[in-house]
């Protein structure tokens, strides 16, 4: 296997790309600022992730730090089971290699803390296959240590894994100074101060640990002693958990080894001290390698699976050369766990959503999307053909809406309240563990995530396909207890009244391959509609596997799932929070949009999910506004409707059965008059598109205000169809549109948009109208002006530019009114 890049050195490249224009790597960085600490928020401004130098997380104080509530996980660590007879491929292992993923989400500095109106991310779902996940970032600009932010500490959690922060010395080439690093190691007394403020930031913000990435060359055997008796240190005072990286020897070196060697063994295991949980082995792994890291960790007293052998997928992905058989050798015992470095590669270039999803399966699942059916002779057969599933749905209730935490509009209870793209990961669901295995004897009905319709949040399951003979679809893997009052619920949508032709199917765990079924019975409607089953004929058993089973015949099937529950006795009706209070506001558009800052008691009894935040409406209606488990919450916007002089805001608890509480209720004032002048109307508004060329060229960066941010300071797409819509909030008087083309960024003229119209409507039943059309354009900025009402805008592009190049690339799109 060849050496790659050194694990810091392909992160600073990566943050480079994230935070600075291309050739921003090409030299050395400059010095950083002076190490102060960071500027106290505005009263109501954006919370963004926690991120230090050495000596900033000195000053660190969650009292007094205004970001730092937003910034908490509330989603204990759930306990997970992984049963080998029900693993989905017959060559995957349970219970020896695990996998470790290092993913960065966002960039070090302006990581929002609680997602954002941005459909575009990195929403993983296959946490079945993850041990441990690395929150990846840290530079030498920024900063070095980087906290997580409780999204994914929710999402990890929910599906027991394990989630580091990440503690990151460059070399001194991209900005490192081994004066940091000495820092880090300062003792005070018998005390290291900042080993005692990583442990408080793991404990109040809720994650489990640190990666230690030091590649900052010339230290000594000293400096690499401190560092082990740092992590020793730590350790002996919390439960906060180390993964080494291999870089540092302990002669101070940075000499990386590619295997567990005598030069990096006491980083792990130190004689009877245990000094890092885990270690993550650079790149550059041979077999001989790895079979004297399995020998070394044994007689250490460590088991090889703590070992993760590194693969870097950053730059391509499930195109990357990988020794499978070195690491998983066929038919014998794994040789140690898999490191993985930056697989959200799917996503990052990816063209779109549906894009990314395809991507995401084959990278975890095979080409096949089928965790059960994966080729081993493949290059990059799927991960599921070697590491057995694990699932945390191991207590009662269980209930799943199959949102992926991410969408283009928010339902609850089979209502819209809310359009508009989002992302928030606190708020996923425990994806199927098996996506997707279907047994049937005929044609396979097609599982999918379906983002146009949900029962609650923003996607649901859908069946669609030609039924012709019985199919049975894995979901779950579980461990659940069968009580004498256990219900299951199934929400569902079909086409048109009738038989659903659904069957719930359960398997236990005396005889966990056999399915028992129970029938789901007619649909009334086309609505959304509950089906409560009894499972008390069962008391006494455990349900091993949750499945859903269809039967009959059916030339176009078509089914939505958007809830399935499991629980004893009834729904759970929780008690209300309490003390609602506005901590801050911040103007987004004088007199007529605020961003504001909440925060309340959390209700009392412990059987919480989550909080959802409203606004009320003039016609009794409500406007989602956001949802978290926290008793903070950051709001983006809050429009003010026409002159409205104050504005209710409400948060009710939803307990793990999605009861709701009575609600906690406020009041935001109005300063001011709203604005009289003609304004751009879709500035940060919620934007979703056709797609985009690649994730940093999302919908939201054409109404964001900027041209001059470079060429990714753009809306790009190479789908066939291309368009891109702005919801504006309510409707509104729009007297012009302008678009701002590829020269307006900056780029070549012949890129400019030639030929597109503009639509508009009031309400998303309506049919699109067309306000505005331009052909033969060649200008960089267009206006067109209209007289118009609209709550919704989208521009569609039916040539993208002068000549054949089939990007369309659109800088700013603004909608003026009032």
């Not at 053909?385 to 269980?398: D, L, M, N, R």
């Not at 009959?552 to 006795?569: E, F, K, M, N, W």
Request: with cysteine.
């Amino acid at each position: 296997m060849s050496r790659r890049l050194p694990l810091l050195l392909s992160a600073v490249l990566a943050t480079a790309a994230l935070t600075a224009t291309p050739s921003a790597w090409a030299t050395p960085v400059a010095a950083p600022p002076p190490a102060t600490a960071p500027a106290v928020a505005g009263p109501g401004s954006q919370p963004y992730a926690s991120y230090w130098y050495p000596s900033t997380i000195l000053n660190w104080d969650p009292a007094v730090d205004p970001d730092a509530r937003f910034n908490r996980s509330r989603v204990p660590l759930q306990p997970r089971t992984s049963d080998p007879s029900l693993a989905a491929n017959p060559n995957a292992h349970a219970g020896e290699g695990k996998i470790a993923s290092l993913v960065s989400f966002g960039p070090t500095s302006n990581n929002p803390s609680q997602g954002s109106a941005d459909p575009n991310y990195y929403a993983f779902g296959y946490w079945q296959y993850v041990d441990k996940l690395v929150f990846w970032g840290g530079s030498a600009g920024e900063g070095l240590i980087l906290a997580p932010n409780p999204t994914v500490i929710d999402a990890a959690h929910r599906n027991g894994v394990k989630v580091y922060g990440t503690v990151f010395f460059p070399p001194a080439a991209y900005g490192g100074r081994l004066q940091w690093v000495r820092d880090f190691v300062q003792k005070s007394g018998s005390r290291y101060p900042v080993a005692d403020k990583l442990a408080q930031a793991a404990r109040y913000y809720g994650f489990d640990g640190w990666f230690i990435n030091q590649e900052t060359g010339g230290g000594d055997a000293g400096l690499a002693t401190d560092l082990r008796n740092l992590m020793q240190y730590t350790k002996a005072q919390s439960d906060t958990e180390f993964m080494w990286y291999d870089a540092m020897t302990t002669s101070g070196a940075v000499d990386w080894q590619n295997a567990l060697t005598s030069a990096n063994s006491p980083f792990l295991q130190d004689g009877s001290r245990r000094i890092s949980d885990s270690m993550f082995l650079n790149f550059g792994w041979t077999p001989d390698g790895l079979d004297s890291s399995r020998t070394l960790a044994r007689q250490l007293g460590r088991s090889e699976y703590e070992l993760y052998s590194g693969i870097d997928t950053e730059a391509n992905g499930y195109n990357t050369s990988v020794d499978w058989n070195t690491l998983f050798p066929s038919g014998q015992p794994h040789t140690t766990s898999l490191g993985l470095y930056r697989p959200e590669w799917t996503w990052k270039s990816a063209t779109d959503r549906a894009d990314f999803y395809a991507k995401d399966a084959r990278y975890w699942v095979g080409a096949n999307n089928d965790p059960s059916n994966v080729d081993l002779s493949s290059g990059w057969p799927g991960l599921a053909g070697y590491v057995a599933e694990s699932s945390p749905i191991t207590a009662k209730p269980f209930v799943t809406n199959f949102d992926t935490g991410q969408g283009d509009f928010y339902n609850a209870a089979g209502t819209r309240v809310a359009t508009g793209g989002w992302n928030n990961l606190s708020l996923q669901d425990v994806p199927p563990t098996y996506r997707w295995v279907v047994d049937s004897s005929g044609s396979k009905l097609r599982p999918s995530v379906d983002f146009t319709d949900a029962y609650q949040g923003g996607s649901s399951l859908r069946l669609t396909g030609t039924l012709d003979a019985g199919n049975t679809v894995r979901l779950y893997q579980t461990s659940l207890p069968v009580a004498a009052d256990t219900k299951l619920d199934l929400v569902v949508k079909t086409p048109a009244a009738g038989p659903t032709k659904l069957k719930a199917a359960v398997s236990f765990t005396d005889t966990p391959g056999s399915f028992t079924t129970v029938d789901v019975g007619d649909n009334a409607g086309t609505g959304w509609e509950r089906h409560t089953l009894d499972l008390s004929p069962y008391a006494g058993r455990t349900i091993a596997q949750l499945a859903l089973q269809v039967d009959g015949t059916d030339p176009a099937y078509d089914l939505r799932v958007g809830q399935i529950a499991i629980y004893d006795g009834a729904v759970q009706t929780p008690a209300a929070p309490s003390g609602l209070t506005v901590l801050g506001a911040s103007d987004v558009t004088p007199g007529a949009g605020q961003s504001l800052r909440l925060s309340w008691t959390a209700a009392p009894g412990g059987n919480v999910h989550h909080y959802e935040v409203y606004r009320r409406n003039a016609d009794g209606s409500r406007t989602f506004l956001g949802a978290t488990p926290n008793d903070a919450y950051f709001v983006g916007r809050l429009d003010r409707a026409g002159t409205e002089a104050a504005t209710t805001l409400d948060v009710e608890a939803v307990s793990t059965t999605y009861g709701h509480s009575a609600v906690a209720s406020t009041t935001v004032g109005w300063n001011g008059t709203p604005p009289t002048g003609s304004v751009n109307l879709a500035l940060n508004r919620p934007a979703t598109a056709s797609g985009r060329c690649n994730a940093d060229e999302g919908p939201a960066k054409a109404v964001n205000g900027s041209v001059s941010g470079g060429t990714s300071d753009k809306w790009c797409t190479l789908t066939a169809a291309k368009w891109l819509e702005v919801d504006l909030g309510s409707a509104k008087k729009l007297s012009k549109f302008v678009v701002k083309h590829a020269s307006a960024g900056g780029e070549s003229a012949s890129y400019n948009t030639r030929d597109f119209s503009i639509q508009v409507r009031s309400k998303t039943a309506d049919p699109w109208t067309t306000v505005a059309t331009a052909t033969g354009n060649t200008t960089g900025v267009t206006t067109h002006p209209v007289d118009t009402t609209a709550r919704y805008v989208r521009l569609v592009i039916t040539k993208p530019t002068q000549n054949n190049d089939p990007a369309a690339r659109v800088y700013e799109f603004e909608a003026w009114g009032q």
